[in-house]
């Protein structure tokens, strides 16, 4: 059975995840300054990951995941550098919008989703056609209804 954690719970796993990859360590201080929270709101939410068995947590010590936690978080970060990856590099978002909406979307997408919009990204930036053609049509802007059998393109022509 799948392990469901909420939006905020899955921020504190990426940002323990981010500080030990950054800091080799993640200390209730350093995550309440990084969330931007109080220390007693992280120490909260902490107790509730170590009673999950996600973390390894102690008053006054660093935390650190165990297995099953340490999985889990490597699974939200990759979600979110997934999103922001699409959004910076195939549609060409500044990078400071994909960041927000990768933040916001990261939390929703299931497995089928993520592994279908990786083999997209792969195919957008890696087959030499496609990818040429995508950056000539940003480049020169998103001119409406240029394809005749595409949906998107003609959405305007079904209003």
Request: aromatic letters at 6%; a positive charge.
């Amino acid at each position: 059975m799948d392990l469901i954690l909420s939006p905020v719970m899955e921020d504190y796993m990426e940002t323990i995840f981010r500080l030990i990859a950054k800091e080799n360590t993640a200390r209730v201080t350093d995550i309440a300054k990084k969330m931007k929270v109080t220390m007693a709101t992280v120490t909260s939410a902490l107790r509730k990951l170590a009673s999950k068995e996600l973390i390894n947590y102690h008053p006054y010590s660093a935390v650190s995941f165990t297995q099953k936690g340490k999985d889990l978080a490597a699974k939200i970060v990759m979600r979110h550098q997934v999103l922001e990856g699409f959004f910076k590099d195939v549609l060409l978002v500044p990078p400071a919008i994909a960041k927000k909406n990768a933040c916001r979307m990261e939390h929703q997408m299931d497995d089928v989703l993520l592994n279908r919009l990786i083999e997209f990204i792969h195919f957008a930036c890696h087959c030499p056609s496609t990818r040429i053609k995508w950056r000539n049509r940003q480049a020169k802007g998103k001119p409406k209804n240029q394809c005749e059998k595409c949906n998107y393109c003609n959405i305007n022509k079904m209003e």
